[in-house]
Every structure is written in C-alpha cells, then in structure tokens.
C-alpha cells in the first residue's frame, strides 16, 4: 500500500503526463506503430483541427481588443499555442492520410461571430465562457483517446494536445470570468458498454471516468504551477 502511495505522489508532481501514463496501462502493452485507426484516433484530429480554425483567430482578436490583463494573457497565449498545435496535427494526418476540414463548423464560426459583435467586459465574458466550454468537451476526448490508442504518432499527438488543452483551461478560468456552467463536459458519443467488453483496450472506459478525474486534479495542480511560474518570469522582464 505504501508504495502505491509513493507512486501518487509522485503522479502528483509529474502533472498532466503521469497521470495519463497511468491511464495507458489500463489499455494494455499490445499497442504497436502503424496500428489501423480507430474512429477515435481520426476525430480527435479532425476536432483540434476544428477548434484551432476558431479558437486560434478569436482569441487573438480578443487579446487585441480587450482591456483586461488576464484576458489579454489568456488570448495571446491561447493564440499562439493553437497555431503550433495546429501544425502538429496537420502533420500528424498528413503522415496517418487523414482529411482535415479547411474552416471553422456553423456554430464555431456562430460563436466567432457572437464574441466579435460585443465589446468590453461583454465581449470577454463571452469569449471566457465559450472557449473554455469547448476545451472542456475535447479534453476528454484527448485523454480518452491518449489512453486507448494503438497507434504511436496518434498517442504522441494526444499527449500534446492534453497538455495543451489543459493549460488553456486553467488560463481561461484564471481570469475569473468562466461560469460553473461552462465547466460541464458533453458526455462522449458511442460510450463503449463496460459489460461486453471485458478487460479489452475499448474496456478501459470502465475506469476511464475515474482515471480522468485523477489526471484533470493532477494536472490541474501541474497548469496551476507552471502559470504561476510563467506569471512570475513575465514579471521580471
């Protein structure tokens, strides 16, 4: 027991990537390179991809126009982060030959549309609430499928993408403008039914749900640390 006291511990240090490593074993050690895709696999590329072409632009729109510190920080970051994770993904599908779309859905370019209409604080406070919403929903889409797949450069990418996504969130929510109401994730779409799965890699969904609690108060703590040091860094310059 003590021992797997210990290896909490140090989870807790580690961040958002340890605990997602303990995610993973859940899965099984059969994963091999070059493993066919899962539907999965294909739309957490086709979902960054999808909410970099809106979350990117807006949020430097928002770090342009607003007059809130914390705002200006989160959108400038976001902004710039978005734009390498979107290079990521691009070549993550170019190398796995899937089609990534080349705009923003209806309702994102609805929600650009809504952000950019208002002004002041309005503005904010939309913008805060609606891009902290949509990290939520694709947050466990990554975690989930960083913990299932069977394809290597797939789970390379996740893991940036958790990462990424996590630091937005924490951003987002420093500047005390997000709603509890923007913190609910959508439920995933499919859901696997523990009972006929057994301990196969689609049956990691039966701890799945408690495991991502763990890694999103790990990595919570994790986004928490590195925002604090990252403040104290632009402080001293």
């Known amino acids: 027991m003590s021992s797997r006291c210990a290896r909490l511990l140090r989870a807790a240090t580690g961040g958002?990537?340890?605990?997602?490593?303990?995610?993973?074993?859940?899965?099984?050690?059969?994963?091999?390179?070059?493993?066919a895709l899962t539907a999965d696999d294909e739309d957490l590329l086709v979902k960054v991809r999808l909410a970099g072409l809106w979350e990117g632009p807006?949020?430097?729109?928002?770090?342009?126009?607003?007059?809130?510190?914390?705002?200006?920080?989160?959108?400038?970051?976001?902004?710039?982060?978005?734009?390498?994770?979107?290079?990521?993904?691009?070549?993550?599908?170019?190398?796995?030959?899937v089609s990534l779309p080349n705009?923003?859905?209806?309702?994102?370019?609805?929600?650009?549309?809504?952000?950019?209409?208002?002004?002041?604080?309005?503005?904010?406070?939309?913008?805060?609430?609606?891009?902290?919403?949509?990290h939520g929903t694709v947050f466990s889409l990554c975690a989930k499928v960083r913990a299932g797949t069977r394809n290597d450069i797939v789970r390379t990418f996740a893991q940036q993408a958790v990462n990424a996504v996590m630091r937005h969130m924490t951003l987002l929510e420093?500047?005390?403008?997000?709603?509890?109401?923007s913190l609910l994730v959508a439920p995933a779409a499919n859901p696997v039914d523990p009972a006929s799965e057994g301990n196969s890699v689609g049956g990691v969904t039966v701890v799945f749900g408690l495991l991502l609690g763990v890694a999103a108060v790990v990595g919570t703590f994790a986004a928490l640390r590195w925002l604090g040091s990252y403040r104290r860094r632009g402080s001293r310059t």
Not at 64 to 77: D, M, Y
């Open 58 to 97: 807006i949020s430097a729109l928002i770090a342009q126009r607003t007059r809130n510190e914390k705002v200006r920080e989160a959108g400038g970051h976001l902004s710039m982060e978005h734009a390498a994770l979107d290079g990521a993904v691009q070549k993550a599908a170019a190398q796995l030959g």
């Open 16 to 35: 958002v990537t340890a605990a997602l490593m303990v995610m993973t074993l859940g899965a099984g050690s059969s994963a091999a390179q070059g493993d």
């Open 103 to 134: 705009e923003p859905t209806a309702q994102q370019k609805g929600w650009m549309d809504d952000i950019s209409g208002r002004s002041g604080e309005d503005a904010d406070r939309t913008y805060a609430n609606l891009a902290r919403a949509a």
């Open 174 to 181: 420093s500047t005390g403008l997000v709603r509890s109401t």
